[in-house]
Structure formats: C-alpha cells, structure tokens
C-alpha cells in the first residue's frame, strides 16, 4: 500500500542532543512537508520541499533542518538551538500534478520528548 | 501565523445529531480543505471545495464555502462515536489547475466529542 512512514513513533531527547526524525513516502509525490504540533494547538509550518534537492523554510525553521536528496525521503533534525521541541511532528506529502485534488498525505506523526 | 479560525473550539453532541464547525480565514484562497485527526494520529484529508464552488457533499459530509465572508462551515450529519476526532480546515496557494500544493496553513481546530 503506497502512504507515508515516519519513524520512530516516539523520541527522546536529552539536552543539547541533535535527533533525526525519518519520513519515507512511497506515493511518487513531488512535495514534502513538515509540520509541529502543539497540544491543542494547530500546525505550523517547519519546512517544506517542492522538488529534490530544493527546500523552503516555513514559519518556525530556526532551530531545525532538512534535506531532499531522494524524492521519497525528507528526514528533519532536531538541533540543540531548537529550545523547545517537545511536540508533536507531523510528516506530509502531495502531489504537484495538474488536476490532483486529493490534499495532503500525512504519516501517524512522531512524539519528541526532552528529558 | 494562522490563516483558518475554527469555531467552536470543542463540540460535544450525542449519537444522531449533526455537528457544524465553522472556519473563518484572512486572506484570498484557490481552496479550502477539511482535514480530521485521531487523537495521537496523523491527519486525514476529508474534502476540497474550491474557491468558484459555494457546497461540497462527500457521504455524510457537506462542506459550505462562502468567500464574500471568508468563512467555510463543515456539516456532518447523523454523527456516529466514531467521527469523535479533532477537526482543522486549512488554506494555501495552489496553481491554475486547483492542485493542492505548496505550503497550507492550519487553523486550531474543533475537538468533537460524539456520545453514544
């Protein structure tokens, strides 16, 4: 079945600790996205990517980075300047054809945890 | 910043009733879409309503788009237990052809409660 994996389900992070957190899709989508969630709260916008080897800052980049260098794969790093990370991440993916109306795909989401 | 406003923020209605949330947004749209996410879960993408269409039905889904007000409202009618699940509408740029890409904007969100 074709969807998006994002993995680990959980993570813990000590202080000062860079973590990686994978995103795979197998739905041949161009764009690529990641977005943090808050409890209660809506998404906001990491970063996202259009096509390989090219990515856009969202609204709360810093602190963060990417990469695209496969169009199935785009994993984040959590660095240690990002002061709170605790939250909910969220992995998502569409296409760019014209006519496709079928939204974003999301993955199940990975929980971080600073201890 | 967040470009969609849900009200009500939380909606508790019993089996068999129909439950309305309402989504307000700031700026011009190509569309809007309705996303619904479990508790702990990803989102689902539930419907599309284009911004030259005023209603939208999917089964018991029937989505509103009033773009003189800015403001999308979401019905689902004879709700079951199984449609308790947060609720988000978001917006964002699309190409000519009404494609959903580039980067959308989400709102808070409703949290519906449905009691059997």
């Known amino acids: 079945d074709g969807g998006i994996t994002q993995s680990p389900k959980y993570l813990f992070r000590k202080e000062g600790q860079n973590v990686t957190l994978s995103c795979e899709q197998n739905?041949?989508?161009?764009?690529m996205y990641w977005y943090r969630q808050d409890p209660g709260q809506g998404l906001r916008l990491i970063y996202y990517?259009?096509?390989?080897?090219?990515?856009q800052k969202g609204d709360i980049a810093e602190g963060y980075s990417v990469s695209r260098e496969k169009k199935e794969s785009f994993p984040l790093t959590v660095t240690s300047a990002q002061k709170n990370p605790t939250a909910f991440y969220l992995c998502?993916?569409?296409?760019?054809?014209?006519?496709?109306?079928?939204?974003?795909?999301f993955g199940s989401g990975t929980r971080l945890t600073v201890v | 910043s967040q470009q969609g406003e849900e009200d009500p923020q939380a909606l508790s209605i019993q089996e068999g009733e129909n439950a309305t949330m309402n989504c307000s947004y700031k700026?011009?749209?190509?569309?809007l879409q309705w996303y619904r996410q479990n508790s702990g879960r990803g989102l689902v993408h539930l419907i599309l309503?284009?911004?030259?269409?005023r209603e939208k039905h999917s089964g018991r889904l029937r989505v509103t788009l009033d773009t003189s007000k800015k403001s999308s409202s979401l019905l689902i009618t004879a709700s079951r237990a199984a449609d308790t699940a947060s609720y988000f509408c978001?917006?964002?740029?699309?190409?000519?052809?009404?494609?959903?890409?580039?980067?959308?904007?989400f709102g808070q969100g409703t949290i519906l409660t449905v009691h059997p």
């Open positions: 739905l041949n989508h161009d764009a």
């Open positions: 990517s259009q096509i390989v080897n090219d990515f």
């Open positions: 978001a917006t964002g740029p699309t190409n000519a052809g009404g494609t959903s890409y580039g980067k959308l904007t």
């Open positions: 309503i284009r911004s030259n269409e």
């Open positions: 700026t011009s749209i190509n569309n």
């Open positions: 998502a993916s569409s296409t760019t054809s014209q006519g496709a109306i079928y939204g974003y795909t």
